[in-house]
Protein backbone atom coordinates (compact mmCIF):
# COMPACT_ATOMS: atom_id res chain seq x y z
CA UNK A 1 0.00 0.00 0.00
CA UNK A 2 1.92 3.56 -0.67
CA UNK A 3 1.42 6.63 0.77
CA UNK A 4 -1.44 8.31 -0.40
CA UNK A 5 -4.19 5.24 0.32
CA UNK A 6 -2.56 5.71 3.91
CA UNK A 7 -2.86 9.33 4.10
CA UNK A 8 -6.30 8.73 2.85
CA UNK A 9 -7.21 6.29 5.24
CA UNK A 10 -6.15 8.75 8.02
CA UNK A 11 -7.71 11.76 6.74
CA UNK A 12 -11.53 9.46 6.22
CA UNK A 13 -10.93 8.77 9.85
CA UNK A 14 -10.56 12.22 10.97
CA UNK A 15 -13.51 13.47 8.90
CA UNK A 16 -15.79 10.75 10.39
CA UNK A 17 -14.77 11.77 13.98
CA UNK A 18 -14.49 15.72 13.29
CA UNK A 19 -18.31 15.06 11.89
CA UNK A 20 -19.65 12.71 14.79
CA UNK A 21 -17.74 15.34 17.33
CA UNK A 22 -19.34 18.57 15.70
CA UNK A 23 -22.74 17.36 15.19
CA UNK A 24 -23.23 16.09 18.45
CA UNK A 25 -21.80 19.25 20.66
CA UNK A 26 -23.17 21.37 18.21
CA UNK A 27 -26.79 21.82 19.60
CA UNK A 28 -25.64 21.71 22.94
CA UNK A 29 -23.09 24.29 22.44
CA UNK A 30 -25.31 26.47 21.30
CA UNK A 31 -27.54 26.28 24.21
CA UNK A 32 -24.82 25.93 26.56
CA UNK A 33 -23.05 29.25 25.30
CA UNK A 34 -25.88 31.57 24.73
CA UNK A 35 -27.81 29.88 27.46
CA UNK A 36 -25.29 28.85 29.59
CA UNK A 37 -27.53 25.74 30.43
CA UNK A 38 -26.20 22.09 30.45
CA UNK A 39 -28.81 20.41 28.79
CA UNK A 40 -28.56 16.68 30.12
CA UNK A 41 -31.61 15.49 27.77
CA UNK A 42 -29.39 16.29 24.87
CA UNK A 43 -28.90 12.86 24.09
CA UNK A 44 -32.97 12.06 24.06
CA UNK A 45 -33.37 15.24 21.69
CA UNK A 46 -30.95 13.13 19.62
CA UNK A 47 -32.46 9.79 20.29
CA UNK A 48 -35.66 12.06 19.23
CA UNK A 49 -34.49 12.83 15.97
CA UNK A 50 -33.57 9.42 15.16
CA UNK A 51 -36.47 7.99 15.81
CA UNK A 52 -38.76 10.35 14.04
CA UNK A 53 -36.61 10.17 10.83
CA UNK A 54 -36.53 6.27 10.93
CA UNK A 55 -40.53 6.44 11.79
CA UNK A 56 -40.87 9.03 8.37
CA UNK A 57 -38.76 6.86 6.29
CA UNK A 58 -40.51 3.96 6.97
CA UNK A 59 -43.92 5.79 6.24
CA UNK A 60 -42.31 6.12 2.42
CA UNK A 61 -40.77 9.84 2.78
CA UNK A 62 -36.97 9.93 0.74
CA UNK A 63 -34.24 9.75 4.12
CA UNK A 64 -33.47 13.88 3.58
CA UNK A 65 -36.87 14.54 4.40
CA UNK A 66 -37.22 12.52 7.28
CA UNK A 67 -33.91 14.13 8.45
CA UNK A 68 -35.88 17.28 8.14
CA UNK A 69 -38.81 15.85 9.70
CA UNK A 70 -36.99 14.17 12.59
CA UNK A 71 -35.03 18.15 12.97
CA UNK A 72 -38.48 19.99 13.29
CA UNK A 73 -40.27 17.72 15.58
CA UNK A 74 -37.31 17.84 18.20
CA UNK A 75 -36.98 21.44 18.01
CA UNK A 76 -40.71 21.49 18.39
CA UNK A 77 -40.20 19.01 21.90
CA UNK A 78 -37.52 21.52 22.57
CA UNK A 79 -39.75 24.53 22.78
CA UNK A 80 -41.75 22.73 25.14
CA UNK A 81 -39.36 21.67 27.55
CA UNK A 82 -38.34 25.18 27.47
CA UNK A 83 -41.96 26.52 28.69
CA UNK A 84 -42.36 23.79 31.07
CA UNK A 85 -39.07 23.31 32.57
CA UNK A 86 -36.08 25.08 31.72
CA UNK A 87 -37.63 28.58 31.47
CA UNK A 88 -38.34 28.67 35.64
CA UNK A 89 -34.79 27.70 36.08
CA UNK A 90 -32.50 30.03 34.40
CA UNK A 91 -31.47 31.96 37.58
CA UNK A 92 -30.20 27.93 38.98
CA UNK A 93 -27.78 27.13 36.65
CA UNK A 94 -26.88 23.56 38.76
CA UNK A 95 -30.84 22.76 38.62
CA UNK A 96 -31.44 22.43 35.23
CA UNK A 97 -28.73 19.85 35.09
CA UNK A 98 -30.42 17.95 37.41
CA UNK A 99 -34.56 18.77 35.85
CA UNK A 100 -32.85 17.58 32.48
CA UNK A 101 -30.74 14.76 33.81
CA UNK A 102 -35.05 13.80 35.32
CA UNK A 103 -35.78 14.67 31.87
CA UNK A 104 -33.49 12.14 30.23
CA UNK A 105 -35.06 9.19 32.50
CA UNK A 106 -38.14 10.03 31.42
CA UNK A 107 -37.73 9.95 27.64
CA UNK A 108 -35.40 7.53 27.58
CA UNK A 109 -38.23 4.76 29.64
CA UNK A 110 -40.85 6.27 28.14
CA UNK A 111 -39.49 5.52 24.56
CA UNK A 112 -38.60 1.51 26.10
CA UNK A 113 -42.53 1.66 27.37
CA UNK A 114 -44.34 2.97 23.89
CA UNK A 115 -41.93 1.64 21.25
CA UNK A 116 -40.13 -1.06 22.25
CA UNK A 117 -36.55 -2.27 23.21
CA UNK A 118 -35.58 -1.52 19.11
CA UNK A 119 -36.95 -0.01 16.12
CA UNK A 120 -36.32 -0.89 12.44
CA UNK A 121 -33.36 1.10 11.27
CA UNK A 122 -32.59 3.34 8.14
CA UNK A 123 -30.36 1.37 5.49
CA UNK A 124 -27.25 3.00 5.17
CA UNK A 125 -27.29 4.96 1.77
CA UNK A 126 -25.12 5.78 -0.98
CA UNK A 127 -22.76 2.08 -0.68
CA UNK A 128 -19.35 2.78 -0.54
CA UNK A 129 -16.10 2.93 -2.91
CA UNK A 130 -12.57 1.27 -2.98
CA UNK A 131 -9.59 3.23 -2.18
CA UNK A 132 -6.04 0.83 -2.01
CA UNK A 133 -7.35 -2.42 -0.43
CA UNK A 134 -10.02 -0.74 1.93
CA UNK A 135 -13.69 0.52 1.15
CA UNK A 136 -15.46 3.50 2.41
CA UNK A 137 -18.86 4.67 2.83
CA UNK A 138 -19.95 7.35 1.12
CA UNK A 139 -22.18 8.28 3.11
CA UNK A 140 -19.75 9.07 5.71
CA UNK A 141 -18.36 12.01 3.27
CA UNK A 142 -21.81 13.15 3.43
CA UNK A 143 -21.97 13.52 7.10
CA UNK A 144 -18.49 15.10 7.22
CA UNK A 145 -19.63 18.02 4.43
CA UNK A 146 -22.80 18.53 6.63
CA UNK A 147 -20.89 18.94 10.00
CA UNK A 148 -18.64 21.64 7.87
CA UNK A 149 -22.61 22.77 6.55
CA UNK A 150 -24.20 22.90 9.70
CA UNK A 151 -21.26 25.23 11.48
CA UNK A 152 -21.12 27.90 8.08
CA UNK A 153 -25.55 27.67 8.74
CA UNK A 154 -24.88 28.21 12.39
CA UNK A 155 -22.43 31.29 11.71
CA UNK A 156 -24.61 32.94 9.12
CA UNK A 157 -27.76 32.57 11.22
CA UNK A 158 -25.76 34.34 14.60
CA UNK A 159 -23.98 37.41 12.77
CA UNK A 160 -25.87 37.80 9.68
CA UNK A 161 -29.72 37.51 10.15
CA UNK A 162 -32.16 39.57 12.74
CA UNK A 163 -32.14 36.76 15.22
CA UNK A 164 -28.91 36.23 15.30
CA UNK A 165 -27.74 39.78 16.31
CA UNK A 166 -30.64 39.96 18.98
CA UNK A 167 -29.35 36.66 20.55
CA UNK A 168 -26.41 37.98 20.69
CA UNK A 169 -27.64 40.81 22.34
CA UNK A 170 -29.10 38.84 24.41
CA UNK A 171 -26.70 37.10 25.71
CA UNK A 172 -24.42 39.62 26.16
CA UNK A 173 -26.83 41.79 28.75
CA UNK A 174 -30.31 40.55 29.18
CA UNK A 175 -31.47 43.42 31.12
CA UNK A 176 -30.21 45.93 28.17
CA UNK A 177 -31.56 44.16 25.66
CA UNK A 178 -35.11 43.74 27.22
CA UNK A 179 -34.95 47.41 27.32
CA UNK A 180 -34.62 48.21 24.03
CA UNK A 181 -37.22 46.20 23.05
CA UNK A 182 -36.19 42.20 22.86
CA UNK A 183 -38.62 39.42 24.14
CA UNK A 184 -35.77 38.03 25.84
CA UNK A 185 -37.87 35.00 26.98
CA UNK A 186 -39.13 34.15 23.23
CA UNK A 187 -35.22 34.62 22.17
CA UNK A 188 -34.39 32.06 25.07
CA UNK A 189 -36.73 29.63 24.09
CA UNK A 190 -35.87 30.04 20.31
CA UNK A 191 -32.30 29.35 21.08
CA UNK A 192 -33.24 26.54 23.15
CA UNK A 193 -35.57 24.93 20.20
CA UNK A 194 -32.51 25.50 17.49
CA UNK A 195 -30.20 23.44 20.13
CA UNK A 196 -33.01 21.07 20.60
CA UNK A 197 -33.44 21.28 16.31
CA UNK A 198 -29.48 21.01 15.84
CA UNK A 199 -29.77 17.48 18.11
CA UNK A 200 -32.41 16.12 16.16
CA UNK A 201 -30.72 16.90 13.02
CA UNK A 202 -27.45 14.95 14.43
CA UNK A 203 -29.80 11.93 15.29
CA UNK A 204 -31.29 12.33 12.20
CA UNK A 205 -28.07 11.96 9.72
CA UNK A 206 -26.70 9.51 12.46
CA UNK A 207 -30.12 7.05 11.78
CA UNK A 208 -28.96 4.88 8.57
CA UNK A 209 -25.48 4.42 10.56
CA UNK A 210 -26.56 2.90 13.59
CA UNK A 211 -28.90 0.57 15.78
CA UNK A 212 -32.10 2.85 16.87
CA UNK A 213 -32.86 2.01 20.99
CA UNK A 214 -34.32 4.25 23.30
CA UNK A 215 -30.47 4.46 25.38
CA UNK A 216 -28.49 5.85 21.70
CA UNK A 217 -28.48 8.80 23.24
CA UNK A 218 -25.93 7.71 25.85
CA UNK A 219 -23.55 7.15 22.72
CA UNK A 220 -23.76 11.17 21.68
CA UNK A 221 -23.30 12.28 25.10
CA UNK A 222 -20.04 11.84 25.93
CA UNK A 223 -18.66 12.58 22.92
CA UNK A 224 -20.83 15.67 22.94
CA UNK A 225 -19.71 17.13 26.46
CA UNK A 226 -16.12 16.88 25.83
CA UNK A 227 -16.16 18.85 23.01
CA UNK A 228 -18.27 21.50 24.61
CA UNK A 229 -16.20 21.06 27.62
CA UNK A 230 -12.71 21.48 25.38
CA UNK A 231 -14.36 24.42 23.14
CA UNK A 232 -15.81 26.71 26.22
CA UNK A 233 -18.70 28.31 25.44
CA UNK A 234 -18.26 29.78 22.17
CA UNK A 235 -19.63 27.95 18.95
CA UNK A 236 -17.03 29.03 16.47
CA UNK A 237 -13.86 29.73 18.41
CA UNK A 238 -14.80 26.42 20.88
CA UNK A 239 -16.39 23.47 19.38
CA UNK A 240 -15.09 23.80 15.67
CA UNK A 241 -11.34 23.63 17.00
CA UNK A 242 -12.16 21.35 20.21
CA UNK A 243 -13.96 19.26 17.06
CA UNK A 244 -11.01 19.31 15.08
CA UNK A 245 -7.88 18.29 18.07
CA UNK A 246 -10.49 15.77 19.57
CA UNK A 247 -10.63 14.11 16.16
CA UNK A 248 -7.07 13.46 15.88
CA UNK A 249 -6.61 12.46 19.51
CA UNK A 250 -9.56 9.89 18.99
CA UNK A 251 -8.48 8.76 14.90
CA UNK A 252 -5.59 8.60 15.99
CA UNK A 253 -5.88 6.15 19.08
CA UNK A 254 -8.60 4.61 17.44
CA UNK A 255 -6.59 3.20 15.18
CA UNK A 256 -3.95 2.81 16.83
CA UNK A 257 -5.77 0.03 19.84
CA UNK A 258 -9.37 0.36 18.93
CA UNK A 259 -12.63 2.15 19.75
CA UNK A 260 -12.54 2.12 23.26
CA UNK A 261 -9.09 3.62 23.89
CA UNK A 262 -10.62 6.30 21.18
CA UNK A 263 -12.74 7.60 23.92
CA UNK A 264 -10.24 7.10 26.68
CA UNK A 265 -8.30 8.92 24.60
CA UNK A 266 -10.88 11.71 24.94
CA UNK A 267 -11.45 11.59 28.51
CA UNK A 268 -7.70 12.04 29.11
CA UNK A 269 -7.74 14.84 26.67
CA UNK A 270 -10.49 16.59 28.42
CA UNK A 271 -8.84 15.84 31.82
CA UNK A 272 -5.72 17.36 31.34
CA UNK A 273 -7.53 20.38 29.05
CA UNK A 274 -9.38 21.72 31.69
CA UNK A 275 -6.17 21.77 33.95
CA UNK A 276 -4.95 23.87 31.72
CA UNK A 277 -7.43 25.86 29.96
CA UNK A 278 -10.74 25.81 32.84
CA UNK A 279 -12.49 28.10 30.04
CA UNK A 280 -12.15 26.03 27.46
CA UNK A 281 -10.25 26.69 23.71
CA UNK A 282 -12.72 29.89 23.26
CA UNK A 283 -12.08 31.46 26.37
CA UNK A 284 -8.28 31.12 25.71
CA UNK A 285 -8.45 32.82 22.49
CA UNK A 286 -10.65 35.30 23.96
CA UNK A 287 -8.72 36.60 26.24
CA UNK A 288 -5.71 36.47 24.34
CA UNK A 289 -8.00 38.68 21.90
CA UNK A 290 -8.75 40.96 24.26
CA UNK B 1 -18.97 13.08 81.53
CA UNK B 2 -18.06 16.36 80.57
CA UNK B 3 -16.23 14.74 78.11
CA UNK B 4 -19.40 12.70 76.56
CA UNK B 5 -20.83 16.20 77.04
CA UNK B 6 -18.87 18.29 75.12
CA UNK B 7 -18.82 15.28 72.42
CA UNK B 8 -22.66 15.74 72.38
CA UNK B 9 -22.69 19.39 71.69
CA UNK B 10 -20.69 19.11 69.00
CA UNK B 11 -23.39 16.69 67.42
CA UNK B 12 -25.84 20.00 67.03
CA UNK B 13 -24.99 22.96 64.77
CA UNK B 14 -26.07 25.74 62.57
CA UNK B 15 -24.97 22.94 59.66
CA UNK B 16 -27.96 20.14 60.72
CA UNK B 17 -31.16 20.31 61.43
CA UNK B 18 -32.47 18.68 64.69
CA UNK B 19 -31.06 19.28 68.15
CA UNK B 20 -32.27 19.14 71.39
CA UNK B 21 -33.89 16.68 73.49
CA UNK B 22 -36.82 16.61 71.61
CA UNK B 23 -34.47 15.42 68.55
CA UNK B 24 -32.31 13.39 70.18
CA UNK B 25 -35.48 11.62 71.97
CA UNK B 26 -36.74 10.61 68.50
CA UNK B 27 -33.66 9.80 67.19
CA UNK B 28 -33.19 7.09 70.28
CA UNK B 29 -36.79 5.84 69.50
CA UNK B 30 -35.99 5.59 65.66
CA UNK B 31 -32.96 3.47 66.54
CA UNK B 32 -34.36 1.30 69.28
CA UNK B 33 -36.44 0.41 66.26
CA UNK B 34 -34.21 -0.11 64.32
CA UNK B 35 -32.08 -2.26 66.51
CA UNK B 36 -35.56 -4.56 67.07
CA UNK B 37 -36.71 -4.55 63.84
CA UNK B 38 -35.48 -8.03 62.84
CA UNK B 39 -36.73 -9.34 65.80
CA UNK B 40 -40.06 -8.63 64.28
CA UNK B 41 -39.60 -10.16 61.00
CA UNK B 42 -38.46 -12.49 58.67
CA UNK B 43 -35.09 -12.82 57.21
CA UNK B 44 -35.57 -12.33 53.84
CA UNK B 45 -37.50 -8.75 54.37
CA UNK B 46 -34.37 -8.44 57.00
CA UNK B 47 -32.15 -8.38 53.63
CA UNK B 48 -33.94 -6.45 51.79
CA UNK B 49 -33.94 -3.47 54.50
CA UNK B 50 -30.40 -3.80 54.28
CA UNK B 51 -30.38 -3.03 50.58
CA UNK B 52 -31.77 0.29 51.56
CA UNK B 53 -29.38 1.01 53.95
CA UNK B 54 -26.63 -0.06 51.80
CA UNK B 55 -27.56 2.90 49.28
CA UNK B 56 -28.10 5.65 52.33
CA UNK B 57 -23.69 5.45 51.84
CA UNK B 58 -23.92 7.10 48.50
CA UNK B 59 -26.94 9.18 49.27
CA UNK B 60 -24.44 11.10 51.88
CA UNK B 61 -21.93 11.00 49.74
CA UNK B 62 -23.68 13.17 47.35
CA UNK B 63 -24.85 15.04 50.26
CA UNK B 64 -21.34 16.31 51.73
CA UNK B 65 -20.28 16.90 47.68
CA UNK B 66 -23.27 18.69 46.48
CA UNK B 67 -25.69 19.79 49.27
CA UNK B 68 -22.70 21.10 51.52
CA UNK B 69 -20.09 21.73 49.28
CA UNK B 70 -22.22 23.04 46.13
CA UNK B 71 -20.39 20.84 43.42
CA UNK B 72 -22.64 18.76 41.57
CA UNK B 73 -20.60 15.46 41.38
CA UNK B 74 -22.27 12.81 38.47
CA UNK B 75 -19.37 10.42 39.63
CA UNK B 76 -20.45 8.95 42.38
CA UNK B 77 -21.47 5.51 40.99
CA UNK B 78 -17.88 5.58 39.71
CA UNK B 79 -16.44 5.32 43.08
CA UNK B 80 -18.95 3.04 44.03
CA UNK B 81 -18.26 1.00 40.90
CA UNK B 82 -14.24 1.35 41.68
CA UNK B 83 -15.14 0.17 45.31
CA UNK B 84 -17.49 -2.73 44.55
CA UNK B 85 -15.07 -3.97 41.57
CA UNK B 86 -12.29 -3.56 43.97
CA UNK B 87 -13.78 -5.93 46.47
CA UNK B 88 -14.80 -8.29 44.73
CA UNK B 89 -10.84 -8.92 42.90
CA UNK B 90 -9.63 -8.70 46.05
CA UNK B 91 -11.73 -11.06 47.93
CA UNK B 92 -11.82 -13.97 44.83
CA UNK B 93 -8.47 -13.69 44.76
CA UNK B 94 -7.28 -13.79 48.32
CA UNK B 95 -10.38 -15.76 49.94
CA UNK B 96 -12.24 -14.67 53.55
CA UNK B 97 -9.96 -16.25 56.26
CA UNK B 98 -8.75 -14.91 59.04
CA UNK B 99 -10.95 -11.58 58.36
CA UNK B 100 -9.50 -10.63 55.37
CA UNK B 101 -13.27 -9.34 53.81
CA UNK B 102 -12.53 -6.36 56.47
CA UNK B 103 -9.55 -6.03 55.31
CA UNK B 104 -10.52 -6.06 51.04
CA UNK B 105 -13.54 -3.43 51.86
CA UNK B 106 -10.81 -1.03 53.77
CA UNK B 107 -8.27 -1.74 50.56
CA UNK B 108 -11.18 -0.77 48.10
CA UNK B 109 -12.35 2.23 49.53
CA UNK B 110 -8.87 3.09 49.84
CA UNK B 111 -8.68 2.80 45.99
CA UNK B 112 -12.18 4.73 45.29
CA UNK B 113 -10.83 7.44 47.41
CA UNK B 114 -7.19 7.34 45.88
CA UNK B 115 -9.28 7.63 42.29
CA UNK B 116 -10.97 10.72 43.56
CA UNK B 117 -7.92 12.37 45.04
CA UNK B 118 -6.11 11.90 41.32
CA UNK B 119 -9.13 13.26 39.70
CA UNK B 120 -10.29 16.05 42.15
CA UNK B 121 -6.95 17.23 42.01
CA UNK B 122 -7.39 17.87 38.09
CA UNK B 123 -11.13 19.13 38.23
CA UNK B 124 -10.46 21.34 41.70
CA UNK B 125 -7.19 22.64 41.04
CA UNK B 126 -8.12 23.68 37.47
CA UNK B 127 -10.42 25.19 39.19
CA UNK B 128 -13.43 23.70 37.04
CA UNK B 129 -16.98 24.56 38.95
CA UNK B 130 -20.00 24.09 38.35
CA UNK B 131 -21.68 22.84 35.12
CA UNK B 132 -18.29 21.29 33.88
CA UNK B 133 -17.62 19.47 37.22
CA UNK B 134 -20.93 17.74 36.35
CA UNK B 135 -19.88 16.73 32.79
CA UNK B 136 -16.47 15.62 34.02
CA UNK B 137 -17.39 13.56 36.57
CA UNK B 138 -20.58 12.20 34.11
CA UNK B 139 -17.97 11.50 31.33
CA UNK B 140 -15.60 9.29 33.74
CA UNK B 141 -18.48 7.48 35.18
CA UNK B 142 -19.44 6.75 31.63
CA UNK B 143 -15.85 5.71 30.51
CA UNK B 144 -15.99 3.13 33.41
CA UNK B 145 -18.55 2.08 32.30
CA UNK B 146 -17.75 1.18 28.68
CA UNK B 147 -14.52 0.01 29.58
CA UNK B 148 -15.69 -2.52 31.88
CA UNK B 149 -18.84 -3.72 29.84
CA UNK B 150 -15.99 -4.70 27.51
CA UNK B 151 -13.94 -6.40 29.51
CA UNK B 152 -15.91 -9.90 28.40
CA UNK B 153 -12.88 -11.77 27.26
CA UNK B 154 -10.37 -14.27 29.22
CA UNK B 155 -7.78 -11.90 28.85
CA UNK B 156 -9.42 -9.08 31.19
CA UNK B 157 -8.47 -10.57 34.35
CA UNK B 158 -6.80 -9.61 37.59
CA UNK B 159 -5.46 -12.63 39.31
CA UNK B 160 -7.72 -15.40 39.15
CA UNK B 161 -10.62 -12.95 39.01
CA UNK B 162 -12.31 -12.59 35.78
CA UNK B 163 -13.90 -9.41 35.04
CA UNK B 164 -16.65 -10.88 32.76
CA UNK B 165 -17.95 -7.49 30.61
CA UNK B 166 -21.36 -6.78 30.64
CA UNK B 167 -22.37 -9.70 33.01
CA UNK B 168 -20.06 -8.39 35.85
CA UNK B 169 -18.30 -10.45 38.33
CA UNK B 170 -20.37 -12.89 40.99
CA UNK B 171 -19.63 -15.37 43.72
CA UNK B 172 -17.53 -13.30 45.95
CA UNK B 173 -17.68 -14.17 49.55
CA UNK B 174 -19.34 -11.96 51.72
CA UNK B 175 -18.33 -9.95 54.54
CA UNK B 176 -16.58 -12.10 57.58
CA UNK B 177 -15.70 -11.08 61.07
CA UNK B 178 -12.99 -13.30 62.58
CA UNK B 179 -14.32 -15.03 66.17
CA UNK B 180 -12.43 -17.27 68.01
CA UNK B 181 -13.95 -20.91 67.00
CA UNK B 182 -15.76 -20.13 64.29
CA UNK B 183 -15.36 -16.76 61.82
CA UNK B 184 -19.31 -14.76 61.67
CA UNK B 185 -20.17 -14.40 57.87
CA UNK B 186 -22.44 -11.83 57.23
CA UNK B 187 -25.16 -12.94 54.56
CA UNK B 188 -27.76 -10.83 53.83
CA UNK B 189 -29.92 -10.67 56.70
CA UNK B 190 -29.59 -10.22 60.59
CA UNK B 191 -26.09 -10.34 61.11
CA UNK B 192 -24.99 -7.86 58.13
CA UNK B 193 -28.46 -5.76 58.99
CA UNK B 194 -26.64 -4.93 62.38
CA UNK B 195 -23.30 -4.51 60.40
CA UNK B 196 -24.62 -2.20 58.43
CA UNK B 197 -26.69 -0.69 60.88
CA UNK B 198 -23.74 0.49 62.77
CA UNK B 199 -21.79 1.73 60.48
CA UNK B 200 -24.52 4.03 59.20
CA UNK B 201 -24.73 5.12 62.54
CA UNK B 202 -21.25 5.98 62.99
CA UNK B 203 -21.18 7.54 59.68
CA UNK B 204 -23.95 9.85 60.59
CA UNK B 205 -22.92 10.85 64.13
CA UNK B 206 -19.21 11.40 62.73
CA UNK B 207 -20.85 13.25 59.75
CA UNK B 208 -22.60 15.56 61.72
CA UNK B 209 -19.56 16.01 63.66
CA UNK B 210 -17.57 17.19 60.91
CA UNK B 211 -20.01 19.39 59.21
CA UNK B 212 -20.64 21.55 62.76
CA UNK B 213 -16.71 21.78 62.94
CA UNK B 214 -14.75 24.75 61.32
CA UNK B 215 -14.32 22.49 58.56
CA UNK B 216 -18.12 21.83 57.63
CA UNK B 217 -18.33 25.69 58.05
CA UNK B 218 -15.62 26.44 55.46
CA UNK B 219 -17.42 24.01 52.88
CA UNK B 220 -20.60 25.94 53.03
CA UNK B 221 -18.95 29.01 53.47
CA UNK B 222 -16.94 27.67 49.75
CA UNK B 223 -20.94 27.00 48.38
CA UNK B 224 -22.06 29.94 49.44
CA UNK B 225 -19.38 32.19 47.71
CA UNK B 226 -16.29 30.70 46.82
CA UNK B 227 -14.69 34.06 46.32
CA UNK B 228 -15.44 35.78 49.40
CA UNK B 229 -14.05 32.04 50.80
CA UNK B 230 -11.00 32.02 49.49
CA UNK B 231 -10.51 36.35 50.39
CA UNK B 232 -10.93 35.44 53.68
CA UNK B 233 -7.31 33.32 53.29
CA UNK B 234 -8.81 29.87 52.89
CA UNK B 235 -7.87 27.78 50.23
CA UNK B 236 -10.78 26.69 48.53
CA UNK B 237 -8.89 23.64 46.11
CA UNK B 238 -7.79 21.92 49.01
CA UNK B 239 -11.25 21.51 51.27
CA UNK B 240 -13.44 20.81 48.21
CA UNK B 241 -10.63 17.97 47.21
CA UNK B 242 -10.63 17.19 50.85
CA UNK B 243 -14.69 17.07 50.66
CA UNK B 244 -14.40 15.16 46.94
CA UNK B 245 -12.36 12.52 48.66
CA UNK B 246 -14.98 11.66 52.03
CA UNK B 247 -17.53 11.47 49.49
CA UNK B 248 -15.85 8.84 47.23
CA UNK B 249 -15.09 6.98 50.22
CA UNK B 250 -18.37 6.98 51.17
CA UNK B 251 -19.81 6.18 47.52
CA UNK B 252 -16.94 3.19 47.88
CA UNK B 253 -18.29 1.89 51.19
CA UNK B 254 -21.80 1.45 49.28
CA UNK B 255 -20.04 -0.13 46.67
CA UNK B 256 -18.10 -2.41 48.91
CA UNK B 257 -21.40 -3.37 50.79
CA UNK B 258 -23.08 -3.77 47.83
CA UNK B 259 -21.05 -6.08 46.52
CA UNK B 260 -20.90 -8.06 49.61
CA UNK B 261 -24.72 -8.26 49.89
CA UNK B 262 -25.62 -9.20 46.77
CA UNK B 263 -22.28 -11.11 45.90
CA UNK B 264 -22.19 -9.27 42.53
CA UNK B 265 -21.45 -6.40 40.79
CA UNK B 266 -22.38 -5.56 37.22
CA UNK B 267 -20.76 -2.55 34.89
CA UNK B 268 -24.52 -1.39 34.37
CA UNK B 269 -24.05 -0.08 38.75
CA UNK B 270 -21.78 2.67 36.80
CA UNK B 271 -24.37 3.68 33.95
CA UNK B 272 -26.51 6.38 33.91
CA UNK B 273 -29.69 4.99 35.42
CA UNK B 274 -27.69 4.06 38.30
CA UNK B 275 -26.02 7.51 38.35
CA UNK B 276 -29.22 9.44 38.31
CA UNK B 277 -30.86 7.49 40.87
CA UNK B 278 -28.76 9.16 44.24
CA UNK B 279 -29.22 12.19 43.27
CA UNK B 280 -32.81 11.82 42.82
CA UNK B 281 -33.12 10.78 46.34
CA UNK B 282 -30.60 13.08 47.83
CA UNK B 283 -32.86 16.14 45.54
CA UNK B 284 -36.47 14.67 47.04
CA UNK B 285 -35.09 14.34 50.42
CA UNK B 286 -33.62 17.86 50.47
CA UNK B 287 -29.91 17.66 49.87
CA UNK B 288 -28.23 20.40 51.95
CA UNK B 289 -28.88 18.11 55.36
CA UNK B 290 -27.68 14.65 56.31
CA UNK B 291 -30.96 13.80 58.16
CA UNK B 292 -33.49 14.60 55.47
CA UNK B 293 -31.03 12.71 53.09
CA UNK B 294 -30.97 10.00 54.94
CA UNK B 295 -34.79 9.58 55.24
CA UNK B 296 -35.46 10.91 51.87
CA UNK B 297 -33.51 8.14 50.48
CA UNK B 298 -35.18 5.73 52.33
CA UNK B 299 -38.70 6.91 51.54
CA UNK B 300 -38.00 7.63 47.73
CA UNK B 301 -36.31 3.41 47.93
CA UNK B 302 -39.28 2.10 49.48
CA UNK B 303 -41.41 4.04 47.21
CA UNK B 304 -39.54 2.84 44.27
CA UNK B 305 -39.24 -0.87 44.93
CA UNK B 306 -43.16 -0.99 45.75
CA UNK B 307 -43.52 0.89 42.23
CA UNK B 308 -41.47 -1.48 40.55
CA UNK B 309 -43.18 -4.52 41.79
CA UNK B 310 -46.91 -2.97 40.72
CA UNK B 311 -46.14 -0.62 37.87
CA UNK B 312 -42.71 -2.47 36.85
CA UNK B 313 -41.65 -0.47 33.73
CA UNK B 314 -43.45 2.92 34.96
CA UNK B 315 -40.89 3.24 37.76
CA UNK B 316 -38.32 5.28 36.25
CA UNK B 317 -40.32 7.14 34.59
CA UNK B 318 -42.46 8.61 37.76
CA UNK B 319 -38.66 9.01 39.65
CA UNK B 320 -38.03 11.42 36.68
CA UNK B 321 -41.04 12.96 36.75
CA UNK B 322 -40.61 12.83 40.55
CA UNK B 323 -37.19 14.73 40.42
CA UNK B 324 -38.22 17.65 37.89
CA UNK B 325 -41.51 18.33 39.68
CA UNK B 326 -39.19 18.68 43.09
CA UNK B 327 -36.78 20.74 41.08
CA UNK B 328 -39.51 22.97 40.09
CA UNK B 329 -41.48 23.17 43.17
CA UNK B 330 -39.47 22.36 46.25
CA UNK B 331 -35.91 23.28 44.94
CA UNK B 332 -34.42 22.34 48.78
CA UNK B 333 -36.29 19.27 49.32
CA UNK B 334 -39.28 17.40 50.41
CA UNK B 335 -38.40 16.28 53.60
CA UNK B 336 -36.25 19.22 54.55
CA UNK B 337 -39.54 21.31 54.25
CA UNK B 338 -41.60 19.09 56.14
CA UNK B 339 -38.45 18.78 58.99
CA UNK B 340 -38.74 22.46 58.64
CA UNK B 341 -42.35 22.56 59.27
CA UNK B 342 -42.53 20.43 62.18
CA UNK B 343 -39.96 22.58 63.38
CA UNK B 344 -41.75 25.93 63.42
CA UNK B 345 -45.20 23.70 64.88
CA UNK B 346 -42.37 22.54 67.61
CA UNK B 347 -41.35 25.98 68.51
CA UNK B 348 -45.05 27.29 68.71
CA UNK B 349 -46.05 24.26 70.68
CA UNK B 350 -43.10 25.15 73.31
CA UNK B 351 -43.65 28.62 72.74
CA UNK B 352 -47.43 28.44 74.08
CA UNK B 353 -46.27 25.77 76.47
CA UNK B 354 -44.41 28.11 78.35
Given at each position: ?14 G ?24 L?H?E ?15 G ?20 V ?7 L ?36 F????V????Y ?31 R??I ?24 A?L ?71 V ?14 V ?5 | ?14 Q ?12 A ?33 L ?12 G ?15 T ?24 A ?8 F??I ?8 T ?5 M???F ?34 E ?5 A ?17 A ?7 S ?12 E????L ?5 KY?L ?12 S ?29 V??R?D ?17 L ?47
Open positions: MDIATHVFSALYQFDAFAFLVLSACGLAVIFGMMGVINAGFIMCGAYVTAATVHALPLPLGILAGTVVSALVGVLELAVIRHYDRPLDTIVATWGLSLIATQGTLIMVGSTMAGVGTPGSFQGDYSSIYRIVLFCSALGVLAALYALFNWTRFGVLAATQVPHMAAALGVDTRLIYSLTFACGGAGLAGGLYAPTMTLVPTMGATFIMEAFVTVVIGGADVFLGTAPAGGVLAIVKSVMTSWQGQLFGQIGLLVAIIVVRVLPKGISGFLRERT | MTGFLSLFRRLEGPTVGRGPGFWGLFVVLAVALAYPLFSDGYTVGNTVYFFVWVFIALSCIIWGYGGSLSFQTAFFGIAGYGYGVLLNFGSAYGFTLVALVIAVGIAALFVLLGYFMFGRAGVFLGIVLAVTLLERMAQTAGPEWHIGSARLNGFNGMSAMPPLTIPWPGPIVLFDVGLYYFVLGLLVVVYLLRILMNSFGNVIVAIRENPRAEMGYDIRQITFVIGAALAGIGVLYTAWGQYITPSSMGMTAAALPLIWVAGGSLTSTVVGTLVVLAAFQATIYGSQYALVFMGVLLVLTVLIAPNGLVLGVMHWLGRLAARFTQRAG
